[in-house]
């Protein structure tokens, strides 16, 4: 009986001496002083969060997210053609503008600068003509006859023949992959990752860091929790082995 009970309290110190260690590394978030005594020090985690995010960016930046290894995915074959899916979608999404709605949707806009163009024609070529015409009766005129004009500009001029899609899109396509052969390594120095994940660590509020941490690492905290209390019962058994032989 006095293995079994020596046992049981070893395991429940043990877990609980574990699981309150595990705790201090995040708690309290902030020193508890009294009359400016240190009487509960800061978790260690809180107090080295600086450190940490120093180290985190360190990682992630010279071992996880390295400059050779961005430039290769940024030059990888299977990332160039993500870019030139991309561009083709977009110009064959594209639709071109109709020349007809424009002209009627902005009749003013559209009859004052053909009359003003017509003004310094007629000024420049015909001055005697001033005598009858003005800029008002020009710009009435055009006004009035708005749905015609669009119309007749409309068939004389089809954007669609006019623009080679697929021209655009290869001058497009080369463009953006000739730019990510030359400017990659400019694009990830400016990038900056390091100085981004520390900043994004130094960001987090003790709280949101302490559940980051143990989201990553709970099945490893429950499994010391767990040594701790195997660990205690062991020592349990050997202290009660002994206090029967003395």
Request: charged share 25%; aromatic share 8%; glycine share 4%.
């Amino acid at each position: 009986m006095i293995y079994l009970i020596s046992s049981l309290i070893g395991a429940i110190i043990g877990y609980v001496t574990n699981f309150i260690a595990i705790k201090m590394l995040f708690r309290p978030y902030k020193a508890k002083k009294l009359a400016g005594i240190t009487v509960v020090p800061q978790g260690i985690i809180p107090k080295e969060k600086k450190n940490l995010a120093k180290n985190v960016a360190d990682v992630v930046e010279n071992h996880l997210l390295d400059k050779e290894e961005i430039h290769k995915l940024l030059n990888s074959e299977k990332f160039k053609e993500e870019i030139r899916n991309l561009i083709s979608s977009k110009i064959d999404e594209f639709e071109m503008p109709n020349i007809t709605e424009f002209i009627k949707s902005n009749p003013q806009k559209v009859a004052t600068n053909i009359s003003d163009f017509v003004m310094d024609m007629i000024k420049t070529k015909f001055p005697f003509a001033m005598a009858i015409l003005n800029e008002e009766m020009i710009n009435n005129m055009v006004l009035e006859n708005i749905d015609k004009l669009a119309n007749k500009v409309n068939n004389i001029v089809d954007l669609e023949k006019f623009v080679d899609k697929d021209k655009i899109k290869n001058n497009l396509q080369n463009e953006a992959i000739t730019f990510l052969e030359n400017e990659s390594y400019k694009i990830i120095e400016n990038l900056k990752v390091g100085e981004l994940v520390e900043n994004k660590v130094n960001n987090f509020d003790e709280k949101q860091l302490e559940n980051m941490l143990f989201s990553l690492m709970d099945k490893h905290f429950k499994f010391i929790n767990l040594a701790g209390a195997v660990l205690g019962a062991i020592i349990g058994v050997i202290q009660a082995f002994v206090i029967t032989q003395i």
